[in-house]
């Protein structure tokens, strides 16, 4: 029995000299193709339109802008948000390829800004429910609820639009604008938690307030944010895989998913533990056990994403090497000729 392509009708596979256009193939050729095809791009368009600004009103009302726009906290935001921004650095100067565009960058981070304010609707409606079951509850909830939603606002960011874009080009691109959403996402959530510490004390001033408490408050943050870009960065580069394996683009994605939101719940549910059993160990303080904790942690499944844009890296090398020998060989049996 003759193989025969899933993607191909048996009509096409038998015959593929026949003008088969509007009986098994198809492609623009009249008006009312181009008109179909216009109102798809204008439908698709306007759903991610639409979803931007969903999520511009989501992080409006949660009091984002208002957040950002206090000079003290935007300030400590700004500080905690740099050790991400270190890493999400790294991340992009990783890439071989080429140097992504700073409009499809700045975008990105925009975008994991905006689509944060998803997570946060979702984790505030259902922690209540899974706070009721105790321990075990908590650990639900960061499985099934924050891991998985806070990587796919975050994957989110990256899917609106970069992936869209010519110029995301390379599989590793994923992880570049995978670590950039990361970062936005990041940065919106260091400048939350640090204006609820704030709130609770009444405020901040200029002086002993800003070292003592808003500096313990950032320090922290600074030390939780890499991980959201290790975190996003693993789901990007499955995004990206998944952009040049359209066949198997749906499994890829949720694979990459997966593993960010699993990584990212393990986290939330160790940190805790891990930090007090380190304090306990070693008679450091609170901070500094929790520094250990992050650097053993997050440094661990950063050294795992390494490894895996270093694998890329090496390959991206030995395929050009490849191209440059068939190149030379070919001048060298034309020139003998």
Request: hydrophobic letters at 50%.
């Amino acid at each position: 029995m003759q193989d025969v392509d899933n993607e191909t009708d048996p009509v096409e596979a038998a015959d593929d000299e026949q003008d088969l256009y509007g009986i098994s193939t198809w492609e623009r050729r009249s008006i009312l193709d181009s008109v179909s095809v216009g109102v798809y791009w204008l439908a698709v368009r306007t759903g991610q339109v639409l979803l931007i600004l969903v999520a511009l009103l989501i992080f409006l009302a949660i009091g984002g802008l208002s957040i950002l726009r206090e000079p003290l906290i935007g300030v400590l935001a700004v500080l905690s948000a740099l050790p991400a921004l270190a890493l999400a650095g790294y991340v992009w100067y990783s890439d071989v390829t080429s140097s992504e565009p700073l409009s499809l960058l700045a975008a990105t981070f925009i975008l994991g800004v905006l689509t944060a304010g998803f997570a946060a609707v979702a984790n505030s409606a259902f922690q209540p429910v899974f706070t009721a079951l105790g321990g075990i509850g908590m650990v639900l909830f960061f499985y099934l609820i924050v891991g998985p939603v806070e990587e796919s606002v975050k994957l989110l960011a990256v899917r609106l639009y970069a992936y869209n874009d010519d110029r995301f080009a390379a599989v590793i691109d994923g992880a570049v604008y995978g670590a950039v959403a990361g970062l936005g996402f990041a940065t919106v959530e260091n400048a939350i938690y640090i204006s609820g510490a704030v709130g609770e004390v009444g405020g901040l001033s200029l002086g002993l307030d800003l070292i003592g408490i808003g500096g313990d408050i950032t320090a922290t943050r600074a030390l939780a944010g890499p991980g959201h870009v290790i975190y996003s960065a693993f789901a990007g580069y499955y995004l990206g895989l998944a952009k040049f394996n359209p066949e198997n683009r749906g499994p890829i994605i949720v694979k990459g998913l997966i593993i960010a939101a699993v990584i990212h719940a393990t986290y939330n549910t160790t940190v805790g533990i891990g930090s007090g059993l380190i304090q306990a160990a070693t008679g450091l303080p609170r901070l500094p056990a929790f520094f250990v904790f992050v650097v053993l942690y997050v440094g661990g499944f950063g050294y795992l994403l390494f490894r895996k844009i270093q694998a890329y890296k090496d390959a991206h090398r030995a395929a050009h090497a490849h191209e440059t020998n068939e190149r030379d060989e070919s001048v060298i049996d034309t020139e003998t000729e």
